[in-house]
């Protein structure tokens, strides 16, 4: 059966090839609704061509309104899920190749979502016809779900689980192997004060800006600050070490240029967080005036670290490890100050602890703490019917060490029950989801649907 099974996956390179490029093409980034499209006709049409194509490999699929749909094979049986995206997130800056081009050079195709996550959506598609040429004989059914928001709020599987029966078990291809069994808990503290004015200060902060999504670590950060002597300010920065640089602005304004490394809010140590160093800067050269005291506060408080231990947050647990957080977004002017914490707190923590924890040791300086949003951690035991099959078929089919882990991203794997993530970077990999360049080489896909049509067979199969 298992050599069945590898022939019929290899039988479909051509084909897989094909519908990466005529997926990759379609620039499925989520615009205002319209009529029929709740994330805006590109995602209606991407939606649309990979349901088409299901059919056409001959499963049965359904759509749910624009956003989500579903297709299934087998006949009997509680429901294996296989879970995944079809949005992605804006190309941007740094390409050489086209993002929407899908160019195929030395078995490499380029393009966005090639690896988050129509790549590893068309996988699981593949993976099913690959199972279903093979003459797997199945004892549950096997469906794929495509969603259309996973990267800005899940709309699409708050309104899939409300019309659609729901699996009983299953894996999200969007993240790492060998399988992710525990995801920490994801919460957004909002932070806001009243200032009284900046009048009277040597180096009055008239604003300040950084970052434009919580769940982003800012590269870049801007003050604009009164000054009257020049080289004296210039001298103060450069002793504080800081990279950041000056810009004369308006009569006795400058503007400071706070400049940092950007990256995932999920692993900020990766980065270099341009919002707390100029935090750190503001404070060392004296600045603020009404603000001092906010500036200084989150300084010694947050400043560049990304554990919590300023805030009395750095907590862990032998699941998930420790505590991130990242100073994601802050505004700062001569009436208020305003900042969003991206927290990803172990399993046994609790965000309304943490966001109270935050409030009483920021209320000193006029701060208030608020919670809010917060996604509860995802934990399926390592002893699980689902995760002891899916660390097996990663051993079997890789040869490699196959062993549970726990991320502080965000997938899929914690809108359903009995999920995990499963796949599709491998272990020393760069993660280049969300990256300029952004590639999956033909190999690679064809590995990813080998492994997934062995894990189909063996959770799904007689």
């Not at 999920?419 to 491998?426: D, E, I, L, Q």
Request: overall charge negative; charged content about 20%; some cysteine.
């Amino acid at each position: 059966m298992n050599e069945r099974i590898d022939r019929a996956v290899e039988a479909l390179r051509p084909q897989v090839t094909e519908l990466l490029c005529k997926w990759i093409r379609i620039p499925s980034e989520k615009q205002d609704a319209q009529e029929g499209a709740p994330f805006g006709a590109p995602l209606k049409e991407m939606l649309e061509t990979a349901l088409a194509d299901a059919a056409a490999l001959g499963f049965r699929t359904r759509s749910f309104d624009g956003y989500a749909g579903d297709a299934e094979m087998g006949e009997a049986g509680e429901v294996m899920g296989i879970v995944a995206h079809l949005d992605v997130v804006p190309a941007g800056d740094g390409w050489k190749h086209d993002p929407f081009g899908a160019q195929l050079e030395d078995g490499v195709v380029y393009g966005r979502g090639t690896t988050d996550d129509k790549g590893p959506a068309l996988a699981g598609l593949m993976a099913m016809k690959a199972v279903q040429d093979a003459g797997v004989p199945l004892k549950r059914r096997v469906r794929l779900i495509l969603g259309c928001d996973e990267e800005c709020g899940m709309e699409d599987m708050a309104y899939y689980r409300q019309h659609a029966d729901l699996p009983a078990f299953g894996f999200s291809p969007d993240a790492d192997y060998p399988v992710i069994n525990t995801e920490k808990g994801i919460c957004t503290i909002g932070l806001s004060a009243e200032l009284p004015g900046e009048a009277g200060a040597e180096y009055p902060v008239y604003s300040v800006e950084a970052g434009e999504r919580h769940n982003v670590v800012p590269g870049m950060a801007y003050a604009q600050i009164g000054c009257e002597d020049l080289q004296a300010l210039q001298e103060k920065i450069t002793a504080t070490g800081y990279d950041v640089t000056i810009e004369p602005c308006a009569p006795g304004r400058v503007r400071l240029v706070s400049k940092g490394v950007t990256g995932h809010a999920a692993f900020p140590y990766h980065a270099k967080n341009a919002a707390g160093q100029l935090l750190l800067c503001l404070k060392e050269i004296g600045a603020g005036g009404g603000s001092r005291a906010v500036i200084e506060r989150l300084a010694e408080t947050i400043g560049m670290t990304y554990d919590g231990a300023g805030l009395g947050i750095d907590v862990r647990d032998t699941v998930s490890g420790e505590l991130t957080m990242n100073l994601g977004v802050l505004r700062i002017n001569g009436q208020s100050a305003s900042a969003a914490l991206d927290i990803r707190y172990p399993v046994l923590a609790s965000a309304q602890q943490i966001c109270k924890m935050i409030g009483m040791r920021l209320a000193e300086a006029g701060l208030h703490a608020e919670l809010l949003n917060d996604s509860e951690p995802l934990h399926v035991p390592a002893d699980s019917f689902i995760v002891r099959e899916l660390l097996d078929v990663y051993h079997r089919v890789t040869g490699k060490e196959s062993y549970p882990i726990a991320i502080g991203g965000g997938t899929y794997s914690r809108q359903l029950v009995n999920t995990v993530a499963f796949g599709c970077n491998f272990p020393g990999e760069t993660d280049l989801a969300h990256q300029a360049e952004e590639n999956i080489s033909v190999d690679k896909m064809m590995l990813n649907i080998r492994i997934f049509a062995h894990a189909i067979a063996a959770l799904a199969g007689k």
